[in-house]
């Protein structure tokens, strides 16, 4: 089976830190997204990536950055968090469109 | 950019009952489209998925759902309820030889004794 890892399920940070998302896919997928998920807001994309070291902005990529330099692995960044920045965190990865894979999902609070 | 819209934000429906959960997208060729489903504190489970061909396609857990494209619709329907499908549950759609993919808001179902 695929399996989507990210590395904390809860992390509570302090406004102005600088915070790591880190995700690992164990399937050779191509691409990978981070989402963030809001109630009523739905999944909406943040940034994804089809290749090592490539990148794209999806519809909210303010405030964050990613990172990719490894095949298997995703990091979305936060530069200087913010309290606006609290949500759960879903990344996946896919082959192609055929079907994305979700992580459990991180639930970060910005204090 | 592509759109995804699903009008109901929370449907009540009692155990055993009929089920229809609508998703009309926004997108100028044809999509790829995905229903996926979201128990509490999990992460999102692929339940269907639409590319070409047959417009009524089958998935897991007794769900299907109908492409039509005249009415840019992707309903996702199941005969009779059960309470472990309470659940919150996303519409996607993906661009052709494109690499993103976009979710509705979500409705989420809540079942009834």
């Known amino acids: 089976d695929v399996k989507v890892t990210q590395s904390s399920r809860y992390l509570v940070k302090r406004t102005g830190e600088k915070v790591f998302l880190e995700c690992v896919q164990d399937m050779d997928h191509e691409n990978m997204f981070w989402y963030r998920q809001d109630p009523g807001l739905g999944l909406r994309l943040i940034y994804f990536?089809?290749?090592?070291?490539?990148?794209e902005k999806g519809d909210i990529p303010e405030g964050y950055s990613v990172s990719r330099e490894k095949k298997e692995r995703f990091s979305l960044i936060l530069e200087s968090a913010s309290t606006n920045q609290t949500s759960m965190y879903l990344c996946?990865?896919?082959?192609?469109?055929?079907?994305?894979?979700f992580g459990q999902g991180t639930r970060l609070t910005v204090v | 950019a592509q759109s995804v819209t699903q009008p109901d934000i929370h449907i009540t429906v009692s155990e055993g009952a009929s089920l229809e959960l609508r998703c009309n997208y926004s997108?100028?060729?044809?999509?790829?489209l995905f229903w996926y489903v979201q128990s509490p504190g999990q992460g999102l489970q692929l339940l269907l998925k639409y590319f070409s061909g047959d417009t009524l396609v089958q998935g897991i857990k007794g769900f299907e759902a109908e492409f039509k494209r005249s009415q840019s619709s992707f309903n996702l329907r199941k005969p009779s309820v059960h309470w472990s499908d309470a659940a919150e549950y996303f519409c996607?759609?993906?661009?052709?030889?494109?690499?993103?993919?976009?979710f509705g808001a979500g409705t989420r179902l809540t079942v009834k004794p």
């Open positions: 996946a990865s896919s082959l192609r469109q055929i079907e994305a894979f």
């Open positions: 990536s089809y290749d090592v070291k490539m990148k």
């Open positions: 996607a759609v993906a661009r052709y030889n494109n690499n993103d993919m976009r």
């Open positions: 997108y100028g060729a044809t999509p790829y």
